[in-house]
């Protein structure tokens, strides 16, 4: 309990430190409360707009968003990727279209996502799922092939088909890194939302602070930051239980 006690006190000292230093800044005029407002009055607004209910509709909006982006650009990602990476013909024949889109930002395609689906809820399932798709498509490309020849020489020796070695060695060898990719893929889709949800919808966190933006509500911006900050936080931690779950036996995850 000691040691418990002392990494929770290290881990909460310099936000404390943060939030102690930006209230008396702000109180004491240093910090202009139109620009920057004191933590007290950000949390007063957080709570004003989570038990009004607005919250909750924005946050589930964003969600459902961002799980069906990302199930659209992991559902083509995962397949492809696994097959780019045991076929090199499939590699030679996708892998130059990939490299150059690869880099240009979700951001980029957002006025030909408007001029191609409209407004509201389609150009942001486009921009999530490509933001999704990369992160993951990389990554399975990666454990793909990483795994270990010895393996696929020793399933090949005992007679096993192209089938089998394919789903009994290469897809639980490539697991973490698919796994792995699709811990980052929900982040990079998550931050694609917020963007999204400022250019084409009428709904969600990301248009709740830009309304704030336009008001100058401070706070509330900020108090939208926060949420969205929790609601990653929490992400995170579901796709990291999920992980550690599907990897037990992975030596990576042991002890």
Do not use: C
């Not at 990939?98 to 980029?108: C, D, E, H, W």
């Not at 999530?128 to 010895?150: K, Q």
Request: net charge positive; charged share 15%.
């Amino acid at each position: 309990m000691d040691r418990r006690g002392a990494r929770f006190l290290r881990a909460v000292l310099v936000p404390v430190a943060v939030l102690v230093l930006w209230e008396v800044l702000s109180r004491t005029g240093v910090f202009s409360p139109l620009v920057m407002p004191a933590p007290s009055r950000v949390a007063v607004r957080w709570w004003d707009y989570a038990s009004s209910g607005e919250m909750l509709q924005d946050a589930t909006g964003s969600i459902t968003r961002v799980a069906g982006g990302f199930a659209i650009g992991a559902g083509l990602a995962i397949p492809l990727g696994l097959l780019m990476g045991a076929k090199p013909w499939v590699n030679e024949l996708f892998d130059p279209l990939l490299q150059v889109l690869r880099p240009i930002p979700p951001i980029a395609y957002i006025p030909l996502a408007i001029l191609w689906f409209g407004l509201g809820d389609p150009p942001a399932f486009f921009l999530i799922a490509l933001g999704a798709f990369f992160p993951v498509l990389v990554n399975t490309i990666a454990g793909v092939r990483h795994v270990d020849s010895i393996h696929l020489r020793a399933a090949q020796n005992l007679g096993a088909s192209e089938w089998t070695i394919f789903r009994r060695v290469i897809l639980p060898s490539a697991m973490p890194y698919v796994l792995s990719g699709m811990r980052v893929g929900i982040g990079v889709a998550f931050i694609v939302v917020i963007v999204a949800e400022m250019t084409a919808v009428n709904r969600g966190l990301g248009y709740r602070i830009l309304e704030a933006r336009e008001y100058f509500w401070s706070d509330k911006i900020i108090a939208g930051m926060i949420t969205i900050g929790l609601i990653g936080l929490a992400i995170d931690l579901v796709m990291g239980r999920i992980t550690s779950r599907v990897l037990r036996w992975h030596r990576g995850l042991e002890g």
